[in-house]
C-alpha cells in the first residue's frame, strides 16, 4: 500500500503539470486580468461612450457663445428684365417745361427753364441705366452673429460641465462593479482549476483502489462485491472529473468574455490567504473619502444645482451684435452692386407659457433627490464596509480550518489504507475515507476562492479597489 501514496504523489505533480499545459497559451495574474478588461471590456467601451456624449453635450452648450457665420449664393431665371428709365419718368416734366417756356414772354423766365432743362438732360445722360430685375440674376449674402451679453447659455455651459463631470464620475462607479465581476469570474475560474486538480487526484486513487481490489479477488482474498464497490467508485470519480472539467470550461468562457478576448488563457491565482484588512473605522472613512458613488452623486448634485441656476437665468435678456454683406449681378436703387450692415439685436422671451419655471422646477427636484441619495449612500457605504469587513474575518478563518480538514482527511485516509493492508479495515472505510478527502479538498478550493473574493470585496467597499491598494 506504500506504493499507492508514492504514484499519488506523482500523479498529482503530473496533474498540476498537465493542468498547466493545458491552458498555457497565456498565463494571467489578477492584474493582467483586471488590464485587459479596462482596454477590451465591452461594457467599459460602451460606459467610456457616454463620457463621449457629455463632453458633445459641452460643445453643443459652449457653440451658443460662439460666432456663426453663413453664405448663401443663389441663381434666378426671371421672366423679363426691369429697368429703371429715368428718362422715361422725367419726360412729361420737361415736355410741361417746353410748354411753359413756349407761352411765357418773360425772356429771365424762358431762360432759367432753358437752364433746367439743359441741367436734367445732362445729369440723366451722365446717370447709367439701374437694373431693378435682371433677366439671369446671381445673388450672394454672408452673415455673421455672435453672442454679446447670454447670461443663460453662460450658466447652461456650466452645467453642461457639471453634467460632463458627473458621467466621468459614473464611469468610475461602473468600471468598479465590472472589475469586481471579472476579479469574481477570475477567482471562480482558479477554483475550478483546484476542483478539476481534487476530482483527478480522486480518479488516481480510486484507480489504484480499484486495481487493488481486482488484485484481492484475483489472488481469493476478496469476492467480486469488493471490486464491484470499487469500479462504482471509479465510475463516479470519473463523472465527477467530467463535470468538474465541464465547470472550469463554462468559467474560462466567462472569464474570456469579460476580458474581451478570444485568446485561450489559463489563471495564476496564488493560494494565499490575503493579510488581515485593518481597522473597520480607518476603512470607512477611506470609503467616504474614495467611493466612486459617493464622488458620482456629488456630481450628480452639483449638475442638478447648475441646471437649475441655468434655467431660472433663461428670463434674462441676451445682446448681440449682427452683419452681413450682400453682393449682385444689378446695380438696384442705390446704384451699387453690393451692401452691407452691421448692428446690435435684443431678444427677450417674457412669456413662454411656463417652460421655464417648469425646467427650472424639475432641476430642483433632481437636485433634492440627489441630496437624499447621497445622504442615504453614506449610510449605505458604511454598512458595507463593515459586512465585508466581517466576512473576510470570517473567510479567513475558514481558509485555515479547510486545510487542517484536507490534513485530517489524508492522514485518516493513510491510516486507513494500512488497516486495509493490514486486514483490519473493510474496504467500505477505504471508499468512505478517499469520499471525505476529495470532498475536504473541493471544500478548501472553494474557500480560497471565497477568501480571495471577500478580499476584493472589502477592497471596493472602501475604495481602494481596483485603482488603490492597501
Do not use: C
Not at 34 to 47: D, F, M, S, T, V
Not at 383 to 400: M, S, W, Y
Not at 401 to 428: D, P
Amino acid at each position: 500500500m506504500a506504493k499507492i501514496f508514492r504514484s499519488r504523489a506523482l500523479a498529482g505533480v503530473l496533474v498540476l503539470a498537465s493542468a498547466g499545459l493545458s491552458h498555457a497559451d497565456r498565463s494571467l495574474t489578477l492584474d493582467d486580468a483586471i488590464g485587459l478588461a479596462r482596454a477590451h471590456n465591452r461594457n467599459l467601451r460602451a460606459a467610456r461612450e457616454r463620457i463621449a456624449i457629455a463632453n458633445a453635450g459641452v460643445e453643443q452648450a459652449r457653440a451658443a457663445l460662439m460666432p456663426t457665420v453663413a453664405a448663401q449664393g443663389k441663381y434666378t431665371h426671371n421672366y423679363k428684365e426691369v429697368d429703371f428709365d429715368a428718362v422715361a419718368i422725367t419726360a412729361p416734366t420737361l415736355g410741361l417745361a417746353d410748354a411753359i417756356r413756349a407761352t411765357t414772354n418773360n425772356p429771365a423766365e424762358a431762360a432759367a427753364i432753358d437752364e433746367v432743362v439743359r441741367q436734367t438732360n445732362a445729369g440723366l445722360a451722365a446717370q447709367p441705366a439701374l437694373v431693378i430685375q435682371k433677366r439671369e440674376q446671381l445673388d450672394g449674402v454672408v452673415s455673421a452673429a455672435v453672442p454679446v451679453i447670454a447670461p443663460a447659455t453662460y450658466f447652461a455651459v456650466t452645467a453642461a460641465r457639471r453634467t460632463r463631470d458627473a458621467s466621468a464620475a459614473t464611469y468610475q462607479v461602473d468600471e468598479a462593479s465590472i472589475l469586481v465581476s471579472v476579479a469574481q469570474a477570475y477567482f471562480a475560474a482558479a477554483g475550478t482549476d483546484e476542483l478539476v486538480v481534487a476530482r483527478r487526484d480522486a480518479v488516481t486513487v480510486a484507480t489504484e483502489t480499484f486495481g487493488v481490489a481486482k488484485a484481492r479477488v484475483e489472488a481469493e482474498l476478496a469476492n467480486q462485491v469488493e471490486r464491484m464497490r470499487a469500479e462504482t467508485a471509479l465510475v463516479r470519480a470519473q463523472q465527477d472529473l467530467a463535470e468538474a472539467e465541464n465547470t472550469r470550461a463554462a468559467a474560462y468562457r466567462a472569464l474570456a468574455t469579460l476580458l474581451g478576448t478570444k485568446e485561450a488563457i489559463t489563471v495564476h491565482a496564488v493560494d494565499t490567504v490575503p493579510p488581515e484588512p485593518g481597522s473597520l473605522d480607518a476603512l470607512v472613512g477611506e470609503a467616504h473619502a474614495h467611493r466612486p458613488e459617493l464622488t458620482a452623486e456629488q456630481a450628480t448634485l452639483a449638475a442638478a444645482d447648475a441646471t437649475a441656476r441655468a434655467n431660472a437665468w433663461r428670463w434674462s435678456p441676451t445682446l448681440s451684435a449682427f452683419g452681413n454683406v450682400r453682393v449682385q449681378n444689378y446695380t438696384g436703387f442705390s446704384g451699387d452692386k453690393y451692401a452691407w450692415a452691421v448692428g446690435l439685436q435684443l431678444d427677450w422671451a417674457i412669456y413662454d407659457g411656463g417652460v421655464r419655471d417648469a425646467q427650472r422646477h424639475l432641476a430642483e427636484a433632481q437636485r433634492r433627490e440627489a441630496e437624499a441619495r447621497l445622504e442615504l449612500l453614506g449610510d449605505t457605504v458604511s454598512d458595507e464596509v463593515a459586512n465585508a469587513h466581517g466576512t473576510v474575518a470570517t473567510k479567513r478563518k475558514g481558509v485555515g480550518s479547510a486545510q487542517r480538514a484536507v490534513e485530517l482527511a489524508r492522514e485518516t485516509l493513510r491510516l486507513i489504507l494500512a488497516q486495509y493492508e493490514a486486514g483490519t479495515a473493510k474496504q467500505l472505510d477505504v471508499l468512505q475515507a478517499q469520499d471525505v478527502l476529495v470532498s475536504a479538498e473541493v471544500a478548501l478550493a472553494q474557500a480560497h476562492f471565497d477568501v480571495a473574493l471577500a478580499d476584493v470585496q472589502l477592497r471596493r467597499a472602501a475604495g481602494e479597489f481596483p485603482g488603490r491598494t492597501r
